[in-house]
């Protein structure tokens, strides 16, 4: 079965990007069908594509965010080749930032900027009262001395997985710096990757090594929501979509399907081989077990057949899942399938009118690494089953 499956599958190498791409979204857009946002799945399927694209063949998956944005259209989401993140708490003195950048350098850090008065750990003794204000004034030249080095490197915009305080705030709006704190670790290591910066557990010694750097920056209104958003990222591998609908469970099951279709393209990016769905891979492995189980004396050939017939559960669910009449339906399968041409390999069940269609043709496609596993786990689990001979069973 796993041979006919490779005998089957259709490559789609060596073709350009932009046929690459097209046939990725149609195959992207088969998966949303049956999904809630299945009315765009053709705005969707484009978008995801992209994704997949920008980072890469390796396994980046963690470097594609999907962002929720309650509120407007489904086609008011829209993607970020590069890395969008909600804005996060600010202090006083925000205002005054700057909230658009060209090409700034970014300064990525996992430290606190805040003034803070040492209360553990430290024992203070003094002979004199009036040494007292120079330990006051200690503390201030502590968090200056960091903001300082913050300036000299050059950034104009300042990342920080910790606190950055009202004080430091104040200090970069006067200079013109935008900074932001309590940046979410995954949206941070995201800028890392897109920027090309290190993040920093010191401000000493910081050289323009360590700087990121990307086209645009910028602090945008997405609805009710602010977005900082870096485009245009010299590294690239990474994207985001920012998702926008109505209720917020609408909103869970639209990120739910894009995550479907993002793992599909992967899969299929990946492995560059894909078989017909649609229950017309099955069918056509059914025939094939059917046809080689004739050739098989003894019983073997019952085993074979029963494997066969195993094989026919899924289009029969297909059709059982959209409400036509499965008997009907599976014996045109048959019908098609045991043409001598073998014009009929990739028919499969056609949801959209209740027959059976040409699933290459319509782009309801599989990965065959997928087929090829799936097959693999149920014979495992079939053959485990079966070499169960005694059960014992627990007496309540």
């Not at 229950?279 to 085993?303: P, V």
């Not at 309801?364 to 690494?369: I, R």
């Amino acid at each position: 079965a796993i041979e006919k499956i490779k005998e089957l599958a259709v490559s789609i190498e060596g073709k350009s990007l932009e046929e690459k791409k097209s046939l990725l979204a149609k195959c992207a857009a088969t998966t949303l069908s049956s999904k809630l946002i299945g009315g765009e799945k053709e705005f969707f399927a484009s978008m995801v594509v992209d994704a997949v694209i920008a980072i890469g063949s390796e396994d980046r998956l963690n470097m594609i965010g999907i962002k929720k944005v309650p509120g407007g259209n489904m086609r008011d989401s829209f993607l970020v080749n590069g890395v969008a993140f909600k804005k996060t708490f600010s202090y006083a003195g925000f205002e005054q930032q700057p909230k658009k950048f060209t090409n700034p350098r970014i300064l990525l850090l996992n430290i606190e900027l805040e003034l803070k008065s040492e209360k553990e750990n430290a024992e203070i003794r003094l002979s004199d009262p009036s040494q007292y204000q120079s330990i006051v004034d200690a503390e201030w030249n502590i968090i200056y001395d960091k903001l300082d080095k913050c300036v000299k490197s050059g950034a104009k915009v300042v990342l920080s997985r910790l606190a950055i305080g009202d004080l430091a705030t104040q200090y970069f709006a006067d200079r013109d710096i935008f900074c932001a704190g309590r940046v979410a670790e995954e949206d941070l290591n995201r800028v890392a990757a897109a920027t090309g910066g290190t993040i920093q557990t010191s401000v000493n010694n910081i050289i323009d090594e360590v700087l990121g750097t990307c086209e645009v920056f910028e602090e945008k209104q997405v609805g009710n929501e602010r977005f900082n958003i870096f485009s245009g990222c010299p590294s690239g591998w990474t994207a985001t979509i920012v998702l926008r609908g109505g209720a917020d469970q609408f909103i869970e099951e639209a990120e739910r399907s894009l995550h479907d279709a993002i793992m599909i393209v992967r899969r299929a990016l990946k492995n560059s081989t894909v078989v017909a769905g649609g229950g017309a891979i099955d069918m056509e492995i059914s025939r094939y077990l059917r046809q080689h189980a004739r050739t098989i004396a003894g019983k073997s050939q019952l085993f074979i057949n029963s494997y066969a017939k195993a094989l026919e559960v899924i289009p029969r669910q297909l059709c059982d899942n959209a409400g036509f009449d499965a008997t009907d339906v599976l014996n045109k399968l048959r019908h098609k399938h045991a043409l001598p041409s073998g014009e009929g390999a990739p028919y499969g069940v056609d949801i959209n009118t209740g027959g059976i269609a040409d699933s290459f043709a319509n782009f309801v496609w599989e990965p065959s690494v997928v087929k090829i596993n799936a097959i693999n786990a149920a014979t495992e689990a079939a053959c485990l089953i079966l070499s169960v001979d005694e059960t014992v069973k627990n007496p309540k």
